[in-house]
């Protein structure tokens, strides 16, 4: 470790590091002794030289350095990744269905900027920092023993590392397999829901992990009811409400794909009769069907994020706002509302509030049932606020009498 760079903590800067955030920003750091590559462990030290921990760095990044460790003389070996990675899928087990699940949540697992999903017996990684993308063979290397060790044998990797934000770390975008090739459209069952999840060409690396046990939550809710999910995707909170009875379930989305995959998984449910999909226009189809004096049961809104960055956040607002109170518009009175944000600059009182007005905009009391966010395979590390992103209500919904 001796030859390894120091960097210098800025007097007075770093507050959310020392709180227990995992990044230090470029403005923050005074100066770096020694030599290094981007991509390379650093020593941290604050301004006096107390210790801080370490981590790697990438000059070309704003966030110039993600921590790796908190103790000051840790080795980042191949035995601290397989700590890592171990501990990550012990908590797995404690917490989770592990069939399909996030076996790593980057910062949150102490492992910043990477995330590996789980489906059946394939694993998809997104890599999005230089430091972190040099360690991923190890890390998928220890991932494959480790499962090997419960009987769990992995047939194929494919990357995602397909994200914009991987040019600000000065790294190209890339999307393949890892090792051998593979079909890459995998079956899993989650919730006694089987899909197709296309871990090529789907959104992210596939399907949305995150929200099983919402998704679980509503079932109860969906026996003999009509059913309308917006934003379905590939029709996961639809066939959760097919599968737990509903009578009638229209799940509807802007991409033609999403709505392909969805029918599909509709068919593999033996759901095709009760379960449709169309594609369409949220904004444009929810005042159509009000038109047409169109009520449901159950309303499920799980939108993309509105949001990516603090500057366009009263823009979502707007968004947020006026799919909640066309929703509401279209539940029956006494019927549900179910409603989420992923979006992490939504923050969840915000969302609230959104939400909130448009109840008093339409004049319909909400009646909360239950709060939830992201499944624990997900985990929410407390100083890290990133990690934290999922808001999810279930609401009943009461005309004002």
């Known amino acids: 470790m001796d030859n390894i760079a120091s960097v210098y903590i800025r007097k007075g800067a770093a507050r959310t590091l020392k709180a227990g955030g995992p990044w230090i920003y470029d403005n923050e750091i005074d100066r770096i002794e020694g030599d290094f590559e981007n991509g390379d462990i650093v020593k941290v030290f604050d301004f006096d030289g107390y210790p801080l921990g370490c981590g790697f760095i990438n000059t070309r990044s704003k966030i110039t350095i993600r921590m790796m460790s908190r103790k000051k003389d840790t080795v980042i070996d191949e035995a601290f990744i397989e700590m890592r ?144 999910d917006c934003f379905t995707h590939t029709g996961s909170f639809a066939l959760n409400a097919g599968i737990a009875g509903a009578n009638e379930v229209i799940g509807v989305d802007a991409s033609e794909l999403g709505v392909a995959q969805a029918t599909e998984n509709a068919a593999l449910n033996g759901l095709s009769d009760r379960v449709q999909f169309m594609v369409s226009d949220v904004f444009d189809l929810l005042p159509e069907l009000e038109k047409k004096g169109e009520k449901f049961d159950v309303v499920i809104l799980d939108p993309p994020a509105f949001t990516k960055s603090r500057n366009s956040i009263k823009n979502a607002v707007k968004g947020y706002r006026e799919i909640n109170l066309r929703g509401m518009k279209l539940v029956k009175d006494g019927g549900y509302l179910a409603t989420c944000s992923c979006s992490h600059f939504m923050d969840p009182e915000l969302f609230a509030k959104t939400i909130r007005e448009a109840a008093g905009n339409v004049h319909k009391r909400l009646r909360q049932v239950e709060y939830r966010t992201q499944a624990a395979d997900h985990p929410i590390l407390w100083g890290s606020d990133e990690s934290s992103y999922l808001k999810f209500f279930i609401f009943q919904v009461v005309d004002e009498k």
């Open 85 to 228: 990675v171990r501990a990550a899928w012990e908590y797995r087990k404690a917490t989770v269905d592990t069939s399909s699940c996030r076996l790593i949540f980057g910062e949150a697992d102490f492992l910043p900027g990477i995330v590996i999903d789980k489906f059946s017996d394939v694993l998809v990684v997104e890599s999005l920092a230089l430091g972190i993308d040099r360690l991923k063979p190890i890390i998928l290397d220890k991932l494959k023993v480790v499962l090997a060790e419960d009987g769990i044998s992995i047939r194929g990797i494919y990357e995602r590392s397909d994200a914009k934000v991987r040019l600000q770390e000065g790294m190209e975008r890339f999307k393949g397999f890892i090792g051998d090739e593979f079909d890459t459209k995998v079956e899993i069952v989650e919730n006694g829901v089987r899909y197709i999840v296309d871990v090529q060409d789907g959104q992210k690396t596939g399907f949305f992990l995150d929200q099983k046990y919402n998704r679980l939550a509503i079932q109860k809710l969906c026996k003999g009811k009509r059913v309308l």
